[in-house]
């Protein structure tokens, strides 16, 4: 690759935002020049053709590049204003990281977190696709109809033991439901004509966030928010289970025997599969894993789930561990008033 065009340096500040080398490169050539088409790129950087289009596919995904649909189609950076910023927010959170790596704080305190905005449908789908194959004990949806169509061939490579939740709106056909109800991974499937927002997470640790009005497009004209940061994903899902728990549910299905335990990244559906098996007469116990909110130490224990509460103020539930006769209140992150904030839980039948 000639960098004739570029200097080390800038391709070095740009790395930092998690780029390859090749896609630092490209995007220092277009913050240079200011937009660029696929042929002055090949002639200037003398990138393969296949090549440069995967690097720009990339850069447009993670929000780098925007896309003129011209012909030919030009590629224009992002301000560059913007990108010095996210290159001193990054740099900033890798001091951090290190300052809290040498003062001795837990794992995790730094987690690195990353947000960027991906246009077009087919680059929004490609995020989507990625975070449905991450998910290892839970997904969960809110969608449109049009945006769920598009999406059924990534939800039947689901792993096995993926429990998948649903609301759609505005509604929902018999077709699209009976597709989704062939799919093993789907638990439940609820309908709310005002729903929401578009979201989809897996096991809480990261999500896609798009306008209900945008997910709604059947044209291209698509954007979406990507957040590598679990405290989004919860902070999504706990407003999205205030909706689920007044919508209309149009499938249910029973866990088998051979699906238990039933692993729970997320508080708030744990404690709504809780109370389903506690309304059905079901004997479960679960392991709980957080920590203490008033002390902040960690626990972990397994007891039997008791007095449920799920309204606009709290959603929790009482558990009184093996051995113990005192209940423990447990909520979920950010919780206050509960004895335990939960990150965790397993059902398990007794």
């Known amino acids: 690759m000639n960098s004739g065009w570029v200097s080390e340096d800038l391709v070095s500040a740009l790395s930092v935002l998690g780029l390859s080398r090749k896609e630092a490169m490209v995007?220092?050539?277009l913050l240079i020049k200011g937009e660029a088409t696929a042929r002055e790129i090949i002639a200037d950087l003398s990138i393969h053709q296949p090549q440069l289009y995967n690097i720009l596919s990339s850069l447009a995904r993670k929000g780098f590049v925007n896309v003129q649909d011209s012909k030919p189609k030009v590629y224009i950076p992002i301000n560059p204003g913007l990108i010095m910023e996210m290159i001193e927010s990054e740099l900033s959170k890798r001091r951090q990281a290190l300052i809290n790596a040498l003062s001795g704080q837990p794992k995790g305190a730094a987690q690195r977190s990353?947000?960027?905005?991906?246009?077009?449908?087919?680059?929004?789908?490609?995020?989507?696709?990625?975070?449905?194959?991450?998910?290892?004990?839970?997904?969960?949806?809110?969608?449109?109809?049009v945006m769920l169509r598009r999406m059924i061939k990534y939800l039947k490579g689901l792993r096995r033991g993926v429990k998948a939740y649903i609301?759609?709106?505005?509604?929902?056909?018999?077709?699209?439901?009976?597709?989704?109800?062939?799919?093993?991974?789907?638990?439940?499937?609820?309908?709310?004509?005002?729903?929401?927002?578009?979201?989809?997470?897996?096991?809480?640790?990261?999500?896609?966030?798009?306008?209900?009005?945008?997910?709604?497009?059947?044209?291209?004209?698509?954007?979406?928010?990507?957040?590598?940061?679990?405290?989004?994903?919860?902070?999504?899902?706990?407003?999205?289970?205030?909706?689920?728990?007044?919508?209309?549910?149009v499938y249910r299905r029973p866990f088998r025997q051979d699906e238990y335990p039933l692993i729970f990244n997320?508080?708030?559906?744990?404690?709504?599969?809780?109370?389903?098996a506690l309304e059905s007469g079901q004997n479960i116990k679960v392991k709980v894993r957080g920590r203490f909110i008033k002390t902040g130490e960690e626990v972990e224990f397994v007891g039997k789930p008791i007095d449920v509460s799920i309204s606009d103020e709290v959603v929790n539930f009482k558990a009184i561990p093996e051995g113990s006769m005192k209940p423990l209140l447990i909520g979920g992150t950010n919780a206050v008033v509960e004895d335990v904030e939960s990150e965790y839980i397993e059902i398990m039948q007794a």
Request: net charge negative.
């Open 27 to 29: 995007l220092a050539y």
């Open 114 to 145: 990353l947000i960027w905005v991906t246009r077009g449908i087919d680059n929004v789908l490609n995020n989507v696709a990625s975070l449905i194959k991450e998910a290892e004990s839970e997904l969960y949806i809110s969608s449109s109809s």
């Open 266 to 276: 997320n508080q708030r559906f744990a404690v709504w599969e809780i109370l389903r």
């Open 167 to 249: 609301l759609v709106y505005l509604d929902i056909d018999d077709e699209l439901l009976n597709e989704l109800k062939g799919i093993e991974n789907v638990v439940e499937v609820k309908v709310n004509r005002l729903g929401p927002y578009y979201l989809l997470s897996p096991d809480s640790k990261s999500c896609i966030f798009m306008l209900r009005k945008v997910s709604m497009l059947e044209s291209s004209d698509a954007y979406a928010y990507v957040f590598r940061d679990r405290d989004m994903a919860v902070h999504f899902i706990q407003s999205l289970f205030n909706v689920w728990r007044r919508s209309t549910t």
